[in-house]
């Protein structure tokens, strides 16, 4: 029986008519852990080129996809399109704040990118704000759920998300109690329960936490 709800596919429309445009490279960006209360903050960092082909079967936001498909599909995406993460970590956040640990997340990624010869000129964002670096040399367009619409934002949320879940799951068993292999982080009542009863851990955003 059908549930009656159509899930959107993404496709590479908007990559393309900026490939169009003049650009030679456009990276779809997208970010995993704004609202934790521990871990780091990470993005995926997806870049297309003129010649790359539609996204592998199964590429849509990472919140649409079950747990176990987006580990098959993050290798898939890698195959598909050069590809990064990057990920600041909870002092980071606590020091400088949310905004500045996603401009150094797209700083690194973008890095990574030039030193593989793969430097964007165009980036996409999910959503609205605009939280790059205004020196870096790129056009930023934003767009309200480009992760719904966009492949490469898309994809970029598979590779953030199961990147920083993996490193979350793998902290629980330094930090065991947490839940953090269930909960990546996130404040369910099981990890505020154990904050109250063992205390933060270095992991902790401490500036979420009191």
């Not at 400088?96 to 797209?106: D, I, K, N, S």
Request: aromatic residues 6%; proline residues 5%.
């Amino acid at each position: 029986m059908s549930s009656g709800i159509t899930l959107s596919v993404p496709s590479l429309r908007l990559e393309r008519s900026l490939l169009r445009a003049g650009h030679s490279l456009v990276a779809g960006v997208d970010e995993v852990g704004r609202g934790p209360l521990a871990g780091p903050i990470s993005i995926g960092f997806v870049v297309i080129g003129a010649d790359t082909p539609t996204a592998p079967r199964g590429v849509r936001d990472s919140k649409a996809t079950r747990p176990k498909d987006r580990v098959t599909l993050a290798q898939l995406i890698k195959d598909w399109a050069w590809s990064t993460t990057a990920s600041v970590d909870a002092g980071f956040i606590d020091r400088y704040g949310l905004t500045a640990a996603l401009r150094e997340c797209v700083n690194i990624a973008f890095r990574a990118a030039r030193e593989s010869g793969m430097a964007p000129s165009a980036l996409i964002l999910d959503g609205i704000f605009n939280f790059c670096d205004p020196n870096l040399p790129v056009s930023v367009v934003t767009r309200k759920r480009a992760d719904e619409s966009a492949s490469s934002v898309a994809a970029a949320s598979i590779l953030a998300k199961v990147e920083r879940d993996a490193f979350m799951c793998e902290r629980s068993v330094e930090f065991p109690g947490y839940g953090w292999e269930r909960n990546s982080g996130y404040g369910t009542r099981e990890h505020q329960q154990a904050i109250s009863e063992l205390g933060l851990t270095r992991l902790h955003r401490r500036s979420f936490c009191h």
